[in-house]
């Protein structure tokens, strides 16, 4: 398995842009997070979803941020419109059922002018 | 809000000495993991600890989980300088679906 893909690996954005991430979880987990790593916050866990659907999006900012899992092997996380402060490192993570930790992306660096 | 709380924050130690980090959470949990990131990269699960469990051994690692007092330990035996990376405590309530909350972290560099 290719473990958990994510893309792009890096995205520089004027503000105001849209921003989509994505990722592919690895096939057979059915849960899937989406985590935002900054050196003030640290990794926050902004949503998550379990057999595609969302269970907890309490820790997403504000509405400017919307995430969806239309199938198994694939989720988008949108910023619409990005801000400045949007800037940071976004990581999608996956689990499954028994849980034996979870397996991160490498990530995707996101930078906002 | 952070639920594990790692210490000490940076740690510094020779090549070939133990490091050992620790965590304190705030609530009552159904398992604590650790979890290794390096410089730019994701984070890398390295072992999960279940609340019934007091210690769990892999290769070089060795964990402790002290329920009572809310706390657990990560050691590192025999440190190579492939260890320098930040490390992180995570704690779950429940099952596979919960989400599990990230402490600040540890940053571990060795010296040769």
């Known amino acids: 398995d290719a473990g958990v893909i994510q893309s792009p690996r890096h995205e520089v954005t004027e503000m105001g842009q849209e921003v989509t991430l994505r990722c592919k979880p690895i096939?057979?987990?059915?849960?899937l997070f989406w985590y935002r790593q900054t050196m003030m916050r640290g990794l926050e866990l902004l949503i998550y979803?379990?057999?595609?659907?969302?269970?907890?999006d309490s820790g997403m900012p504000e509405d400017r941020f919307s995430a969806k899992m239309p199938n198994a092997s694939f989720s988008t996380l949108k910023i619409q419109p990005s801000e400045p402060r949007d800037s940071a490192v976004y990581f999608c993570?996956?689990?499954?059922?028994?849980?034996?930790?979870?397996?991160f992306g490498s990530g995707t660096r996101l930078t906002v002018v | 809000s952070q639920q594990g709380e790692e210490d000490p924050q940076a740690l510094s130690i020779q090549e070939g000495e133990n490091a050992t980090m620790n965590c304190s959470y705030k609530?009552?949990?159904?398992?604590l993991q650790w979890y290794r990131q390096n410089s730019g990269r994701g984070l890398v699960h390295l072992i999960l600890?279940?609340?019934?469990?007091r210690e769990k051994h892999s290769g070089r690692l060795r964990v402790t989980l002290d329920t009572s007092k809310k706390s657990s330990s990560l050691l590192i035996t025999a440190s190579r300088a492939a260890d320098t990376a930040s490390y992180f405590c995570?704690?779950?309530?429940?099952?596979?679906?919960?989400?599990?909350?990230f402490g600040s972290g540890t940053r571990l560099s060795i010296r040769p």
């Open positions: 979803f379990n057999n595609n659907v969302p269970i907890d």
């Open positions: 995570a704690t779950g309530r429940y099952s596979s679906a919960s989400k599990i909350i």
């Open positions: 993570a996956s689990s499954s059922t028994g849980f034996y930790g979870y397996t």
């Open positions: 609530t009552s949990i159904n398992n």
């Open positions: 096939s057979g987990h059915n849960s």
């Open positions: 600890i279940r609340s019934n469990e």
